[in-house]
């Protein structure tokens, strides 16, 4: 399977199965098109009428160079993965990632949040290190051979229960080195309790940090307010700024979320890269349809000139040597994860797992609170074996839709929970947000190539 697109002036060729990615002319781009659908001489004779300073001779010689792609597995490559998904099912499972959800409060009352104002649809809660502590001693003891475990700290605010982060943190340090692990923690926070106290731990101890904001002031303050209704950007941007220069611009990243109300997006985006932020992510919402800013079919057309056009003047910055990242862009042309990673994903519901203040294992943070979905506990493990196994059979082989998506392998057949929730399925597809990754993933390779190119 290949996939053919022009943007930016390029001529872009992706061979689905193999990653590789071809930069041509427009005489090999439609070469491209025609071959393996008409002979050597109706190929040859579409061509030169349509370029008449092309030659016969010029043409054949275009059909043997494709001809040596497809031999070396770079043009029209065979779907070597398949054998791997029913492997995928039987494999052992060993959990490398727990969400902690540290806080089930929060100091916002963001208008957007799946979490209901930090609460889950269920009371406001605090984590005890006692869970929190359990909860690491089963990462452990479940993570095989694994060296690195990943642990994020979320919310609701985590911050707002930030003595028992730190207290959890010093334990698993405490328990590297006797069981040959090293943690890597990632706090996710709105930065409302961000002082140099936490600035400092996070700094010290923080794999990662997510800082949350959604761009331009009206932006934010439309859909990131307080409790009382109040805008939150004044509060947090100076101390995300600090955040920022005091990482020396790298581990971190400003996370934002674009609503109907922003389908002008990039500015929001090219606004905190203005401000001086290197590490950009910006997410599409997913809503209930009926809500007021939840995005509709209708968006789309402007939703991808707008990706587009990110891409372009992320283009000219880099240029200009005063580039910034955008975390939908990055992907690795020359190798990327490993197969395993690029059929079955993020692992959820198998390698991760969030966990409840009270010590509920879930598949991930976007599916606590659903019975359906409780796999167990801190303290019996996973009782739920069929949730398990659901998870287990989640990959692109899962998905009918998938078989003819060039994007498949880039994003592993999309967020299980986002499919959830549209279709009632964890193997269904958001259709929204597919149409939304392909573009952002025609976008991306045009960036990558185009700067490999430089």
Not at 167 to 175: I, Q
Not at 223 to 247: C, T, W
Not at 267 to 277: N, Q, S, T, V, Y
Request: hydrophobic share 35%; proline share 3%; glycine share 8%.
């Amino acid at each position: 399977m290949i996939h053919q697109y022009k943007l930016n002036g390029y001529n872009i060729v992706l061979d689905v199965n193999s990653g590789s990615v071809h930069i041509v002319d427009e005489v090999a781009y439609d070469l491209i098109a025609l071959y393996g659908k008409r002979t050597a001489d109706e190929i040859s004779n579409e061509i030169t009428k349509k370029y008449p300073e092309v030659t016969r001779g010029e043409v054949f010689e275009l059909l043997d160079d494709i001809k040596a792609l497809k031999e070396e597995g770079k043009l029209f490559s065979e779907d070597r993965y398949l054998p791997i998904a029913s492997k995928l099912r039987s494999r052992p499972t060993v959990l490398k990632a727990l969400c902690l959800h540290i806080a089930h409060d929060c100091n916002l009352a963001c208008k957007y949040c799946f979490a209901g104002e930090g609460e889950y649809s269920g009371d406001r809660s605090l984590m005890s290190f006692e869970v929190g502590r359990a909860a690491l001693d089963y990462l452990i003891e479940h993570s095989g051979t694994r060296r690195n475990l990943e642990v994020d700290f979320f919310g609701g605010e985590p911050l707002m229960n930030f003595e028992v982060v730190k207290r959890l943190v010093e334990y698993a340090r405490s328990r590297e080195k006797d069981c040959g692990k090293n943690f890597r923690f990632t706090l996710t926070t709105n930065g409302l309790l961000l002082d140099d106290e936490v600035m400092d731990f996070a700094n010290r101890e923080m794999h990662n940090v997510v800082l949350s904001i959604d761009g331009r002031r009206e932006t934010n303050d439309r859909m990131r307010v307080s409790r009382n209704g109040k805008g939150s950007y004044d509060l947090i941007l100076p101390k995300f700024l600090e955040m920022a220069k005091r990482r020396s611009q790298k581990d971190y990243y400003i996370r934002g979320t674009y609503t109907h109300y922003n389908t002008d997006f990039s500015e929001d985006i090219l606004h905190l890269a203005d401000l001086g932020f290197k590490q950009l992510a910006m997410e599409p919402v997913v809503a209930s349809p009926d809500s007021d800013y939840a995005l509709r079919k209708e968006d789309l057309p402007t939703l991808f000139e707008q990706y587009e056009k990110l891409a372009v003047e992320m283009l000219r910055r880099h240029k200009n040597g005063n580039g910034f990242n955008f975390f939908h862009y990055m992907i690795d042309l020359t190798g990327g994860p490993c197969i395993y990673k690029r059929v079955a994903g993020c692992g959820v519901g198998t390698e991760y797992m969030a966990v409840t203040p009270w010590g509920d294992f879930y598949p991930c943070h976007q599916f606590v609170g659903d019975p359906k979905y409780l796999m167990g506990n801190v303290y019996d493990g996973v009782t739920n074996i069929s949730v398990l196994d659901e998870f287990k059979g989640c990959n692109i082989y899962a998905r009918k839709e998938c078989d003819s998506c060039f994007a498949r392998l880039f994003c592993s057949g999309g967020c299980a929970a986002n499919a959830y929730h549209s279709t009632g399925s964890v193997t269904g597809i958001y259709e929204l947000g597919c149409e939304l990754h392909r573009k952002r993933i025609e976008c991306a390779i045009m960036l990558n190539a185009a700067i490999s190119l430089m």
